[in-house]
């Protein structure tokens, strides 16, 4: 705990210095079980990717987290589409940017992914926070769309309680400006995975909680990222998305991970549970 506040108290003064802002620390949202279950993309390996389908399922399946990509139309409404644009995963063609909002909501988001789902609309962002408020936590992965906008709906749906926001370090320096309560995860940078480089980066911007894909972390970093008071989730998406890549993630020591198959890793968490003889405890 000390640790945490010493690194929050120079990340302070760096940032009052250099941006004119105050940082504090944040608590995070409270989770269902040992380890922080992520759904990426809402469970894009079971359900269309970013949409309210699959976040419905994320809530029944019991995930902590539902990972969701947050961009603006044309005409400046907040949408959940992962690409730039909306061709891959829609029967549309165009970057979301260049779109209006009547035209992105005319599209199908479920067909491509199996027939049961045509129809699946893309949601709204002030839609996704209406259906998770009180079931499931928000990891708003802020791809392109104005802070304080998002900001504004987070709070007027009254979630801040409930969302972890990703972003790089730049955007979440904004994010901390504008509320320094709500809690943030970037990726670590390359030049900060040396011995002392995360207590060096926290320095920079007091991040709650750092991600990145399981092969990017060592037992080592990880050990390193706690002893300055931060968490860890991982990315264990492609070949480390089964019960052997979530029990060498587990055996590193992460706070979280984020999968395609959010009912494996909740299987997976269970049978573990099961043979140890103990039940998961909820993190605070």
């Known amino acids: 705990m000390y640790r945490r506040m010493a690194v929050c108290v120079a990340s302070t003064l760096f940032t009052f210095a250099v941006h004119g802002a105050k940082c504090d620390p944040a608590p995070l949202p409270a989770l269902k079980h040992p380890i922080a279950v992520i759904a990426h993309r809402a469970g894009r390996g079971i359900r269309p990717e970013n949409t309210l389908n699959a976040i419905r399922n994320a809530i029944q399946l019991g995930a902590d987290y539902v990972e969701l990509d947050i961009r603006a139309t044309l005409d400046g409404h907040l949408v959940i589409m992962h690409d730039s644009s ?29 027939k ?13 926070l209406d259906t998770c408020k009180g079931k499931v936590n928000i990891y708003v992965d802020h791809k392109s769309a104005p802070t304080d906008q998002v900001l504004a709906a987070i709070k007027a749906h009254g979630m801040a309680h409930q969302v972890l926001i990703y972003n790089g370090p730049d955007g979440l320096k904004e994010w901390k400006r504008l509320d320094a309560t709500l809690p943030v995860m970037p990726s670590l940078p390359d030049e900060y995975r040396k011995p002392g480089g995360i207590m060096e980066f926290e320095r920079t911007l007091a991040a709650e909680v750092l991600d990145g894909n399981l092969v990017g972390w060592t037992k080592e970093y990880i050990d390193q990222a706690h002893a300055a008071g931060v968490k860890v989730y991982v990315d264990n998406l492609g070949p480390n998305d089964n019960d052997k890549g979530f029990e060498k993630a587990i055996r590193m020591g992460v706070d979280g991970i984020q999968t395609d198959y959010p009912d494996r890793l909740i299987a997976f968490l269970a049978k573990r549970a099961s043979r140890s003889g103990s039940k998961p405890i909820k993190q605070p």
């Open 86 to 114: 909306v061709d891959r995963t829609t029967d549309g063609k165009g970057e979301v940017k260049d779109l209006t909002f009547g035209t992105i909501m005319s599209l199908d988001a479920g067909s491509k992914f199996g």
């Open 116 to 128: 049961k789902y045509a129809g699946e609309k893309v949601p709204t962002f002030d839609e996704v």
